[in-house]
């Protein structure tokens, strides 16, 4: 996100250490998987724009692992019509971000 933008929507929740993903992604050292973190994201845009799935992905990077305890916030910008851009982040960390393009922009 820019400084002078506003996020479109904003969410916050934490890895709870049971999550049924964690036991096999690693054993001895649990990270959530990015799917899982992908699914937050896409439950943020179907929850704040109606968008049921998304079309395309891009640009799309996993810089640091979500561990269980984490507290994670997902933001999302309106980048156009059916563009979006999306941040993860663990405190001042940058967990993942990228750009969501919606079914509607095609």
Do not use: W
Not at 5 to 22: C, E, G, K, M, Y
Not at 36 to 50: K, M, P
Not at 78 to 87: D, L
């Amino acid at each position: 996100m820019t400084e002078s933008s506003l996020p479109l929507a904003l969410t916050r929740f934490s890895v709870a250490p049971d999550h049924p993903a964690l036991p096999g992604h690693f054993p001895g050292d649990p990270i959530l998987p990015g799917v899982t973190l992908l699914e937050r994201v896409f439950q943020l845009l179907e929850e704040s724009e109606g968008m049921s799935a998304p079309m395309g992905l891009a640009n799309v990077k996993f810089l640091a692992p979500l561990r269980p305890g984490d507290s994670c916030s997902i933001e999302i910008e309106a980048r156009g019509p059916g563009h979006y851009r999306f941040v993860c982040r663990v405190g001042s960390r940058v967990a993942a971000h990228g750009d969501i393009t919606s079914a509607s922009s095609v």
